[in-house]
């Protein structure tokens, strides 16, 4: 059998990371950093997918379809969090609460390990990273953090999920700014398509444009680069909502150019449930006020700590998140972006043989990405849903009528499963 450590060793060789343990002391620090078995040059394309299937504990009996909901970690991120919170539990009494010792809690401490390590995922700096637990806190600190006055506009997609927007809702009935909404056709035709509607919704008063990278509700893959410069050349903030994105599509925030963007490694990253991350631009990052304050809360030499003032919380997760991000990078975001979105093709190319198929995300090479919504004619989000789960253990997610089911390829699933799920829809459909 696989284990662990000889997993990521296999997976090592383009990418090289050392998995670093920091904070647990002489528990687990003297893991081996790893290394590049001579076989994994000889492992075919499918050959390593399979075995990196072999790191999840989902059944091999399930197909899991909903990462764009929750993620599963590898069983390197599960065994990092659990070893961690039985050490903490355990050991407790050893902790001094000297400057220099380890610490058993997070909140209270800048965690730049942490925030280095995602920075490798973001192309950015540690501390231009602020922790969070999830996306929607990261929306709301730059929605709730940047000073603005009554009039002042935001410009926001109708498809926003609620955690990429309602932070600007509350700041119109608190404030009296206000927030226009863009109207998205389903499916959108292109980019330029996106581009006019923002440019059309933008006025001499536009502070912020809210951009999904890709949206939750209809999968599209937005042209984040081009609006981000567009933006700054209107001196408009570009916040971009990663939560679709980071783990899935490869993400490098300066070559995007966009001056926030926040997102929940819990989903395509795989991280442990309850975590989260906010990159701001350097030169944006002393016009965000911090939120939730604590005793850092102006601190002046490092100002993403500002935005991490939300006292007590747990370090177990924040170990695991660092190996979730050492797991991605030793996969390379690029294979991970390029399965993902194969997998979709294979999909998207099978509904459109099925007769009363209706795909709602879009079909164009630029918009799309691992993730799929559709639906079949005469058929429920939610009759889809529990066909495919109760003949095939196939977990999609129903999006309600008429819209279908969202199926989201991820590095777990393979083109077997796919298919799996092809058939059965054909089933239905006929
Ligand atoms: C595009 C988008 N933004 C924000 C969120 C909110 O994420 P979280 O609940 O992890 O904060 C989601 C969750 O599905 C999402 O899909």
Redesign the pocket.
């Known amino acids: 059998m696989t284990t662990r450590r000889s997993f990521l060793g296999l997976l090592s060789a383009p990418l090289a990371v050392s998995v670093a343990w920091p904070r647990l002391g002489n528990t687990l620090a003297a893991r081996p950093a790893s290394r590049m078995p001579a076989e994994f040059g000889a492992l075919r394309d499918e050959a390593y997918w399979r075995e990196l299937r072999t790191q999840f504990t989902i059944p091999t009996t399930d197909a899991f379809f909903n990462t764009?909901?929750l993620g599963s970690s590898p069983r390197a991120v599960q065994e990092a969090v659990l070893t961690s919170l039985q050490h903490i539990d355990r050991d407790i009494a050893d902790w001094d609460y000297k400057g220099d010792s380890e610490n058993f809690f997070t909140g209270y401490y800048p965690e730049m390990a942490y925030r280095d390590q995602l920075g490798t995922v973001l192309n950015c700096a540690g501390r231009d990273v602020a922790l969070t637990q999830?996306?929607?806190?990261g929306?709301n600190f730059v929605a709730n953090g940047l000073d603005l006055r009554p009039g002042d506009e935001v410009v926001v997609t109708d498809q926003?999920?609620?955690?990429?927007r309602k932070g600007y809702d509350l700041r119109a009935k608190r404030d009296g700014i206000v927030v226009r909404q863009i109207t998205v056709p389903a499916p959108a035709a292109s980019p330029d398509q996106l581009i006019d509607l923002y440019l059309a919704a933008t006025t001499s008063r536009t502070r912020v444009w809210a951009i999904?990278h890709?949206?939750?509700s209809r999968a599209i893959r937005y042209p984040v680069a081009r609006l981000c410069a567009l933006a700054r050349e209107r001196n408009i903030w570009s916040v971009v909502?990663g939560?679709?994105s980071l783990g899935h599509i490869a993400v490098d925030v300066q070559a995007l150019g966009c001056d926030a963007f926040y997102a929940?490694p819990?989903?395509w990253m795989l991280g442990p449930k309850g975590t989260?991350l906010l990159y701001v631009r350097p030169d944006r990052q002393e016009e965000l006020w911090a939120t939730l304050p604590s005793s850092a809360w102006d601190n002046e030499t490092d100002p993403m700590f500002r935005l991490m003032q939300y006292g007590t919380g747990n370090l177990s997760l924040l170990i695991g998140l660092g190996v979730a991000a050492d797991f991605h990078n030793q996969i390379g975001s690029g294979r991970i972006e390029q399965r993902d979105v194969a997998l979709a093709e294979q999909l998207r190319t099978g509904l459109a043989a099925i007769p009363g198929t209706v795909i709602v995300s879009p079909t164009h090479p630029d918009l799309t990405c691992g993730t799929t919504v559709y639906g079949l004619k005469n058929r429920t989000g939610g009759e889809i849903q529990d066909y495919l789960w109760s003949r095939g253990r196939i977990r999609v997610r129903s999006m309600g009528d008429p819209v279908g089911v969202r199926h989201a390829c991820h590095i777990y699933n393979s083109p077997e499963e796919v298919d799996k799920a092809l058939a059965l829809l054909g089933e239905m459909a006929g």
Request: avoid cysteine; aromatic fraction near 4%; charged fraction near 10%.
């Open positions: 764009a909901t999830n996306a929607t806190f929306m926003a999920h609620p955690g990429g999904p890709i949206s939750s909502d939560a679709q929940s819990h989903k989260g």
